[in-house]
């Protein structure tokens, strides 16, 4: 082997070497995009949403139920819609470590909303502080509890965390009362 082709087979493997380095120290630094809340459709017994002063409490008692607005019926397209985005969201990259920098991306107590998930037994499934990215409406920003981070959404659901009674119920159709007379 004559000494150019030894120094391309030592360049070229350093070259890999390189490659191989750089790739897993990035690897290293992605976050893989997780589940948000850890619960399935089937095994969710109640979810509150909190926004500043508003909050409001949903609970399956063999229907979804809106708790203080009795006379209200949960609209079962809004409630269906909401758990099939809501329990597929994911977290993706890190957008801040810093705590400061909450209100920038709207996830603090008083700019963010809240849900909270129970699952089937009463247990807490998940708790996330969701806020609006004024730069993409296609997702959202989203911290956990005491984490600091603050992620980037795969999807958007902020329009569905409403605290306002009248977004997820109707009052009941009264019964048709009219009676033909023979």
Do not use: C
């Not at 390189?18 to 990035?26: E, R």
């Amino acid at each position: 082997m004559t000494n150019n082709m030894k120094i391309i087979l030592i360049g070229l493997a350093v070259l890999l070497a390189a490659y191989f380095l750089n790739s897993y120290a990035q690897k290293s630094r992605r976050i893989s995009p997780d589940i948000i809340f850890n619960a399935d459709r089937s095994n969710i017994s109640a979810f509150t949403l909190h926004k500043g002063q508003d909050s409001l409490t949903l609970q399956l008692v063999d229907v979804w139920t809106i708790d203080g607005h009795d006379s209200l019926v949960v609209k079962e397209k809004i409630m269906d819609n909401f758990l099939d985005r809501t329990l597929t969201v994911r977290k993706g990259s890190i957008v801040s470590k810093n705590p400061e920098k909450w209100s920038t991306y709207s996830v603090n107590d008083i700019l963010g909303t809240t849900l909270s998930v129970l699952d089937g037994d009463g247990k807490d499934a998940g708790t996330a502080v969701f806020g609006t990215s004024k730069s993409d409406f296609s997702r959202n920003y989203v911290r956990f509890g005491d984490d600091p981070n603050v992620y980037q959404t795969d999807i958007s659901i902020i329009f569905q965390l409403q605290p306002n009674p009248a977004y997820w119920g109707s009052n009941p159709t009264p019964p048709d009362t009219s009676e033909t007379e023979s």
